[in-house]
Every structure is written in structure tokens, then in C-alpha cells.
């Protein structure tokens, strides 16, 4: 999955994918004002003047706190500007959303529109989830990642899409080089006792942002500058002392932060609670959440054990997954390989009337940036309905192999993007989960919804195209296909009960590998580690197959409802029209009355 920029609660609009790490966005000086942070998009949704005026205020105060995500929306009157990680800046950042949630509370009791009732409920669950993180959990004191993953991103979103000018971009990029450095100095200034899972995801991160920053970021300023040698040698200044004080912070995190690292990131049982309720609207008895996902991960299991004898008779499960890994890619022919699914899948959505496919522009199939490469695979990265025409570029991403591994470690990521499993990443990333998505954004009816998206919704909905597709008769009944869909429901699976039994059942990281990725989803060890160890900085990773079984629950209650009027097109148009809220909203709109339980 594959976010290299979150909004801390529920995410922006922006990257997203299959293993997303998640960046906690500890940002700038606090500054609220009335004024509208107004972008490329139309409203179009009858609005209360007052509900408006707040939404735009919630809105300036998230990006006057944190530049980065201003910028990666489209709104670029910030792009002059760099986030502050300094305690002084989230605590006024936590004084401000109080005073944020106090408002929309009044304005509630005033009276609204049913239509800003649905957005006013997206708003406050986004509120109280970053409140919750800042001031219940506190991770910009417990998470230096949420210090080292800022760093990249900040630049990033100034270098990949060409709202700008490159000249014009370059200067915003060098304004922004100076403020990193006081980004690190933040953190070695506020964080201690991290639990050493964040620590160690920290220094691999911090590791990897070198490269970026020595030699991506570098060569596109060359090219930015042109004959400019004055930008280009303020650029270059600024640069050296943010590479300096990067290379300086992995022994730092190495040598003092690391064996000072001794916390916890068990969140507990009402915590984790708590942040499913913000995060995704889901309120019900953990206990029975965690039945759910138990019994759909033994369901999913017996699916693919079957599945497996069909593709290798006489063979273990897992003998039968590898022998669709042989069938991979070369280095070189990694991005190609993965260019060529998306139009064939896309033709396949067109044929079968799965979903109405608002535009025929396609995504680039690049490399995934080096700093985002930490435990990503591929990721979908979509720009903001209020980003420029000139900025509209939809990135593929797809890591490649690394030209310093072992050709043992190169053939077994090449292994990852087997032909069968590449197929289903594509229906994930693109066509018909987030791409189709981002198409259509621009429809969403209000500046939340084009703004704002929960995971259970985008998550879930990327993962429910994987089921979906193969029971619509995708890859032709090929058991091979089949057995690579359940082998990435299986993963999900397990990141839904390991996440929940980590955080609340005692479940430590070295026994959710073993317990659950290596045993009930067939992973090699390293990878089931590093599986088992995003549950720690990413606990509520269950929204994948959350997500799923409630598009599937709303689904059949709303075939239900439309009887022989049904089509599984129209479900589909009508579900990615409302933008993604959480799940119990979309129930609200396409089945209005209804008080069925969303599972």
C-alpha cells in the first residue's frame, strides 16, 4: 500500500495503494482565517453560507499547518511555504480544532442542509481522529517517521506534475529546502521512547531519502534552472545542507534514538476503538469485528487451498503460489509489463458493463520516487480535482529492483509482480479501483468529498474491484487468476485480524508473522515480518477487507431494494459518485431509511 502523504485522521486526496505507508503530517505555524482557499473545482451542492464559510476555514487551517498537503491538493498559494514539526506548532494546531469542532457543533445546532449534514459528519470524525492522534496518542512525540517521511514528500509534490513552470517550481522547491532542516532538529527535539518498530522504519527511510535528494531532486534542477546559474546555485546550497542533515540523522537515529526505543505501540482496545469510530464511521463491539474478520479470513483460506490444487494437483498451497511467480517479468521489462495490463483491463470493464468510465485519459506507469520505496510495490498517485489543467498528470507507480541488490533479492521482488498478481495490482491501482476513483472526483458535489476520502471506502473499494473482476469472469476462469486474487485477499485478511490482536490482544510482531502471514497467507518470512510490522505505525490496516465486506453488505441490500431495476453497473456509478465517505454515509444516500447493519 502506498501513501506517501496522509492527512494524519482520514487521507487527502492523493496516493494511494495496496501496502501505503502512513506519514503523519505534523506541520506548520497555525494560522485561521476566513478566507477561501478556493481551487479549480465548482461547487455544485446546495450549501448553507455559514457551513461553506466553515468549510473553507477547516480547509485554510490544514494547509496553513501543513504546506506539504496544500500543495499535493492544488492549491499552490502555499507552495512558498514549509510545514514546522516544531511542539510549539501542534500545539496550537490542537488548540485550533477544538475550537474547529466547537464550531461545527454549533453550526449543527443551528440547522443545515441534509447535504451538509453528510459533509459535517465527514468533517467532525476527520477533527476528532486528529485530535485523537495529537493529543490521546501523541505520535509526533512516539513516531520519528512522521519527521523523516514529511521530507521527501514536501519537495515531491513541487517536482512530479507540471502545474508550473519548472523554473517557477524550482524556486518553491529551494524555499522549501530550507525549512527541512529545522524539520529534523524537531525531531530529535521532540520524539522519545518510540516503540523501535517506528525507529527502524525511520532509519530506512531517512536512508533512502539521500538518493532522492542527492540525485533525483539534482537532476531535475539542473534541468529546472536552464541557463539560470544563479537558481541553480541557490538551489544546490540549499540542497548540500538538507542531504548533510539527512545523512547526519541515520546515525543519529542508529546510535541514540534507537536504544532509547523501548515504547509501546499497542494502542488498546478503546483507542483502536475510538480511531475505527473517527476514521471510518464503524461503531460496533470489537469483538465482533474481529469475529467478522476471522471467519473471512478462514473462508478465504479454504478458497484458495482449493484454488491452489487446481493450479499445481499434488502440490502444498504454497508450492502451487510459486509456481505462478515463475511466470515474472524481467528488470527490464518490469514498467512495460505493467503498461500493458492497464488497457487491456480497461477494455475489459468497457465489454463487460462494469462501470461507467468517465474519461479516456490513462495514467503514466513510472518508478516509485526511492523515498517512497519502503515496503511499497506499486501505487496509485492521482492529483486533486483542484489541481491546474497543466498539472492533471495521474502516476502508476511500480518499484523497480535496485541496482546495488543480489540477484537473489532482484529475482524475488521480481517474483512479486508475477503475471497473474500483476494483473490484479492493476485492477487495484487503476482500472477499476483508485484511478477510476480519482476520474470521478471532479463530479463529487462538494469540496469535502473532493478533498477528503476515507480508507474502508477507497481501500475497500480498490480491493472489492479485485473479487468482483474475477467473479465477472475476469482472466476467463484461469485458475491461475483466481488463485492471485485470494492470495491478495488472503494478505488482507491477515492484516485485519493481526492488527486488531496486536493492538488489543497482546499479539507481538514476530508472532503475527508467524501466526498469520507465514501460515495463513503463504508469505516468505522477510516479507511477513515486514507485514506484521506495518500493523504497528498502521493499526487500523483492516480497512481493506472492512471496506470490502460492507461494499458487498450495501451491494446485495441494494439490489435488494431496486429488484429486476438492478444492474451492477448502476451500483457501481452510484457508489464512486458520493466521493469517499465512510461507507455508513454512502448507506444514508443510496438507501434512504434503511436501518440495516453496514456488515
Not at 525531531?187 to 523501535?196: L, Q, R
Not at 483492516?542 to 471496506?547: E, K, V
Request: proline fraction near 6%; hydrophobic fraction near 40%; aromatic fraction near 10%.
Amino acid at each position: 500500500m502506498r501513501v506517501p502523504f496522509r492527512a494524519p485522521s482520514r487521507a487527502v486526496m492523493g496516493v494511494v495503494g495496496g501496502a501505503a505507508l502512513l506519514v503523519l503530517s505534523l506541520a506548520a505555524c497555525e494560522r485561521v482565517n476566513l478566507s477561501s482557499s478556493k481551487g479549480g473545482a465548482t461547487e455544485t451542492a446546495a450549501s448553507t453560507p455559514a457551513f461553506t464559510a466553515f468549510v473553507d476555514t477547516y480547509f485554510d487551517s490544514l494547509f496553513a499547518f501543513s504546506p506539504t498537503q496544500a500543495t499535493a491538493l492544488g492549491f499552490h498559494q502555499y507552495d512558498d511555504r514549509v510545514d514546522d514539526l516544531s511542539a510549539d506548532a501542534v500545539t496550537r494546531r490542537i488548540a485550533t480544532l477544538k475550537l474547529l469542532l466547537a464550531r461545527l457543533d454549533s453550526l449543527r445546532s443551528a440547522g443545515i442542509t441534509a447535504q451538509d449534514s453528510v459533509d459535517a459528519a465527514m468533517l467532525e470524525g476527520t477533527i476528532r481522529s486528529e485530535l485523537q492522534d495529537k493529543e490521546v496518542l501523541q505520535n509526533w512525540k512516539h513516531n520519528p517517521f512522521g519527521y523523516v517521511g514529511v521530507a521527501g514528500n514536501t519537495i515531491d509534490v513541487l517536482m512530479k506534475r507540471n502545474y508550473a513552470p519548472a523554473a517557477q517550481r524550482l524556486k518553491s522547491v529551494t524555499t522549501r529546502l530550507h525549512g527541512i532542516p529545522p524539520m529534523f532538529a524537531a525531531m530529535e527535539a521532540n520524539v522519545d521512547n518510540p516503540p523501535k518498530e517506528f525507529t527502524d522504519l525511520a532509519i530506512l527511510v531517512a536512508a533512502g531519502s539521500v538518493d532522492f535528494f542527492q540525485h533525483d531532486l539534482a537532476n531535475w534542477a539542473k534541468e529546472a534552472a536552464g541557463t539560470d546559474t544563479s537558481a541553480l546555485r541557490s538551489f544546490t546550497q540549499a540542497n548540500d545542507s538538507v542531504i548533510a542533515v539527512i545523512r547526519a540523522s541515520v546515525p543519529w537515529l542508529k546510535k541514540n534514538l534507537l536504544p532509547r526505543s523501548k515504547g509501546t505501540f499497542v494502542l488498546g482496545a478503546k483507542n483502536f476503538s475510538d480511531k475505527l469510530k473517527y476514521d471510518e464511521m464503524l461503531d460496533m463491539p470489537l469483538d465482533r469485528v474481529l469475529a467478522i474478520g476471522e471467519a473471512n479470513l478462514e473462508k478465504d483460506y479454504k478458497a484458495f487451498v482449493e484454488t491452489a490444487k487446481l493450479v499445481a494437483p499434488g502440490k502444498s498451497p504454497a508450492e502451487a503460489m510459486a509456481s505462478l511467480q515463475a511466470d515474472h517479468p524481467s528488470a527490464d521489462s518490469l514498467l512495460p509489463s505493467a503498461n500493458a495490463t492497464v488497457a487491456r483491463i480497461r477494455q475489459f470493464l468497457v465489454d463487460h458493463k462494469i462501470i461507467d468510465i468517465p474519461s479516456t485519459a490513462m495514467p503514466i506507469v513510472k518508478e516509485t520516487p526511492v523515498f517512497m520505496r519502503t515496503g511499497i510495490f506499486a501505487a496509485m498517485d492521482t492529483p486533486s480535482p483542484y489541481e491546474t489543467p497543466e498539472g492533471k498528470q495521474a502516476f502508476y507507480y511500480v518499484t523497480p529492483v535496485e541496482k546495488d541488490w543480489s540477484a537473489k533479492r532482484v529475482e524475488e521482488h521480481l517474483r512479486l509482480f508475477n503475471r497473474p498478481v500483476m494483473d490484479i495490482i492493476t485492477v487495484h491501482e487503476v482500472f477499476p479501483g483508485h484511478y477510476v476513483q480519482f476520474l470521478y472526483a471532479p463530479q463529487y458535489p462538494t469540496k469535502t468529498r473532493k478533498l477528503l476520502y476515507v480508507n474502508s471506502n477507497v481501500e475497500g473499494w480498490a480491493h472489492y474491484g479485485e473479487q468482483m473482476m474475477v467473479e465477472e469472469g475476469f482472466g476467463l476462469g484461469d485458475p491461475k487468476i483466481h488463485l492471485a486474487q485470494l492470495s491478495e485477499a488472503l494478505l488482507r485478511d491477515c492484516r485485519y485480524v493481526a492488527g486488531i490482536k496486536e493492538h488489543t490482544q497482546g499479539l507481538t510482531v514476530q508472532q503475527a508473522s508467524d501466526q498469520y502471514f507465514v501460515n495463513k497467507c503463504f508469505q516468505l518470512p522477510a516479507n511477513a515480518y515486514e507485514e506484521a510490522r506495518r500493523g504497528a505505525y498502521d493499526p487500523t490496516y483492516l480497512y481493506y477487507t472492512l471496506g470490502k465486506l460492507m461494499i458487498y453488505k450495501l451491494r446485495d441490500d441494494y439490489r435488494r431494494v431496486h429488484g429486476d431495476t438492478y444492474s451492477l453497473r448502476e451500483f457501481h456509478d452510484d457508489f464512486v459518485k458520493q466521493g469517499g465517505l465512510p461507507i455508513p454515509l454512502i448507506r444514508k444516500i443510496l438507501l434512504p431509511g434503511d436501518t440495516s447493519s453496514v456488515l
